[in-house]
Each structure stands twice: as structure tokens, then as C-alpha cells.
């Protein structure tokens, strides 16, 4: 097939969920298929990463969006037009024209648009639309006005989440069949658009890439966090963590460390910095962290997100302790991949019983693996994807 993808961000390098997610389905695709891709890139130096995926791609074209969200002219065109900031945040006219032009250059089978926010850069067309919700995006944005935002902007992110919602399920609607991470999302969006066509293709890792890098039993033990922290979930759940878990966690074990990695770390979890807190931006190799940690803790309170750094601790070993939204949509049973609780009394209490019992928390990391293994592999994943491309274009 040929097929046009649009994607929110350029798959490459991977710094994020969403681009390990697009760029390993878009390397295992092109096995069968011929990919032309359509990304946003925030400033041109991200052009010297096009190489690597005309690897996979017979075309790629790339469109310049604000380098920083909050423009004069994104608020302006939020607060006095339609569409919530989100989608004019990754509005590009040069590429909505350029999507135009390729559609009657070219023949296309489908056209794959990855989030909704991308969904208004597509003309008027009869090529069907696979439309790929990695996350219901309003329900994100409801969580964070309801639980993190001040109270002088809860009026307007309210009124943006309601514009949100309203342009998600519009999108949806629009696309000839849509595409959820999750049972659980699936399920969300059958109560705003009952009508809708829903598949489910999971996340995958990259299971020997992970697990080429052996764990190591080190002093003093360490509490792992990972995440992207543009990510309002991962910085909330950072907090909570810091604030709420540790403290606990310090107290019944004295020989301890926490250990923050990711990237884009805000200057307030830099400031948790200390003897005990280590804060590790932009890791050259993310392995290094789950082979060195002795637990993954993530405490995830808000909805949304790849669920990847699970996922990768698992692939790698790593006992995980989480929430229930944390292990959303895994299909992850509590006590046997993972230990799983949403007070967080009880969260502390996993992390200190793996801390404590080195062959609970070595059984754990096995079945973790295990389960990662036999459910969770990028090959699957686009495999599942193919077959719906297959539904879409020939109704199979």
C-alpha cells in the first residue's frame, strides 16, 4: 500500500513515547509498505535526523510550528477562534497546502493521522483516514485543570478542555475508522461517539534492545522515575512521588536513593535535588537507568500517556510498583508483573516490600519480562496495525 502519514513531531530521535511508538511502527511498516511522512519540527536543526528515517520512508517532508507553545499569536488564535490551543499549537498552513498538493500528485491508499490535532492539515479527500489516538487528549487536560491548575486560569483551561472534547470526538468522526491504545480508551470513546469504528493496537518494545543490558545489583538501592516532563502526568506523578512516597520510604530504609531521569526536567523537580535525590536529565542510554535502579515507582494519578516506561522496565527486569491508572490498559495482574495500588500508603509499602525481599523482587522482574515478551513487541504491534489498514482499504 502507500501510505500518508502525518505525525505531530518528527519520529526521530527518541526522546518521547509518541516518537518510539511512531518510529518503530514505521520501521517495521515499511517492510510492505511505502510511507511518505508529513512531520512538525519546532526548529530546522531537527532536519539532520531525516536521514534516519528516509530509511523507512520514500518521502519525508518536515513544516516549522512555533518553537515555544505560548506565542502571542497561538493565545490570540485560542481565545478568539474555534479550535483549542492544542490543535493551534500544531497548526501549520504550509503543510495543510503541501497535503494537498501530494493528494493529487499521488495516489494514496490511506492516509494515517497520528493524533487528532494533526486531522485539520487534511483536505477534502475519499482516501480513507486511520485516525491514531495514542491518548484521549481532553481528559488529559480535564485532569490537570481539576487537580494542578491555579485558580486564576481555571476558567479558561476550562473552557479550552470544553473545545477540546468537542474537536476530539468532531475528528474521530471525520476519520473512517479510529485507532485506541487501550481497552479502557476505547471504551471512553465509544461513550462519546457510540458510533465509531474502534481497533486497538498496543504499544511494543524493542524487547532484546532492553534486555542486551543485564541488571546490576548495586549499593545503595535506588527508587527509579522515568519520563518526558513536557508531560504534565509524569510531572505531577514526580511530585506525589518526592512528596508523598518517599518520605515514607526514606524512613523505613535508610540506605536509599531516589533517582529522577528523563528529559525536559522542570526547574522545580531540579530543586528536589540532594544527598539522596539524584536528578539525571537526557541520559545517553535510558538502559543505564533500569539496569542501575532497584525499583521502578510511578505513582501515575492522571490518564494518558504511552504507558512505555512500564512497559521498558519490564523488558528489562525491573520490578514495577504503579497505580491502576499507571498500569491502564496493560492487562498487567497485581502481585505477578507488577504491584499495583492506588492509595499511596500502599504504593510506598510495594516499593519497601521489593526493597526489603530480593527474591520477591527478582520474581517480579521475571514475569515482568515474560509478560512483556509474549504481549509486547513492536513486530506485533504493526502487524495488528496492518491488518487494519487492510479493513480501511479493502473492507476485509
Not at 66 to 88: A, D, E, H, Q
Not at 100 to 114: Q, R, V
Not at 166 to 183: D, G, I, P
Not at 195 to 200: A, E, G, W
Amino acid at each position: 500500500m502507500k501510505i500518508l502519514m502525518l505525525t505531530p513531531y518528527l519520529p526521530f530521535p527518541l526522546m518521547s513515547g509518541g516518537q518510539t511508538r511512531s518510529y518503530n511502527l514505521i520501521k517495521n511498516l515499511s517492510k510492505k509498505h511505502d510511507i511518505t511522512l508529513f512531520s512538525l519540527i519546532k526548529n530546522d536543526q531537527e532536519k539532520k535526523y531525516i536521514p534516519e528515517l528516509k530509511k523507512y520512508c520514500k518521502k519525508v517532508f518536515v513544516f516549522n510550528r512555533s518553537k515555544t507553545p505560548w506565542t502571542l499569536r497561538n493565545i490570540l488564535l485560542t481565545g478568539f477562534g474555534p479550535y483549542p490551543f492544542l490543535v493551534i499549537r500544531n497548526l501549520a498552513p504550509d503543510e495543510k497546502s503541501a497535503v494537498k498538493k501530494e493528494l493529487e500528485a499521488e495516489k494514496y491508499d490511506i492516509i494515517h493521522a497520528e493524533t487528532f490535532y494533526v486531522m485539520p492539515h487534511i483536505p477534502d479527500t475519499k482516501v480513507p483516514i486511520l485516525l491514531v489516538e495514542q491518548t484521549i487528549e481532553y481528559l488529559v487536560y480535564k485532569h490537570y485543570v481539576e487537580d494542578q491548575a491555579s485558580l486564576l486560569v481555571k476558567i479558561p483551561f476550562s473552557i479550552d478542555v470544553m473545545k477540546l472534547k468537542f474537536w476530539e470526538t468532531h475528528f474521530w468522526k471525520q476519520a473512517s475508522r479510529v485507532v485506541a491504545m487501550s481497552e479502557s480508551d476505547k471504551k471512553e470513546m465509544l461513550t462519546l461517539a457510540p458510533k465509531l469504528k474502534i481497533d486497538i493496537v498496543p504499544n511494543g518494545i524493542d524487547t532484546d534492545y532492553f534486555s542486551a543490558r543485564p541488571r546490576k545489583e548495586i549499593a545503595p538501592a535506588k527508587v527509579l522515575y522515568v519520563g518526558n516532563f513536557k508531560w504534565i502526568q509524569n510531572v505531577e506523578a514526580a511530585n506525589i512521588l518526592v512528596n508523598e512516597v518517599w518520605p515514607k520510604i526514606k524512613k523505613e530504609i535508610k540506605n536509599v536513593k531516589l533517582w529522577i531521569v528523563g528529559m525536559n526536567i522542570t526547574d522545580k523537580l531540579k530543586e528536589y535535588a540532594s544527598d539522596d535525590i539524584e536528578i539525571s536529565e537526557a541520559l545517553p542510554d535510558i538502559r543505564e537507568a533500569y539496569s542501575k535502579a532497584s525499583v521502578l515507582v510511578a505513582p501515575i494519578k492522571g490518564p494518558g500517556g504511552t504507558r512505555l516506561k512500564i512497559l521498558e522496565a519490564m523488558a528489562s527486569s525491573l520490578p514495577v510498583v504503579t497505580t491502576s491508572v499507571g498500569a491502564e490498559g496493560l492487562g498487567v495482574i497485581d502481585e505477578k508483573e507488577a504491584l499495583i495500588s492506588d492509595d499511596l500508603d500502599g504504593v510506598s509499602e510495594n516499593a519497601i516490600k521489593l526493597l526489603k525481599n530480593k527474591n520477591l523482587s527478582r520474581s517480579l522482574g521475571l514475569y515482568g519480562k515474560k509478560f512483556v515478551e509474549s504481549k509486547y513487541t513492536w513486530d506485533k504491534s504493526a502487524q495488528v496495525l496492518d491488518n487494519i489498514y487492510s479493513k480501511v482499504v479493502y473492507g476485509k
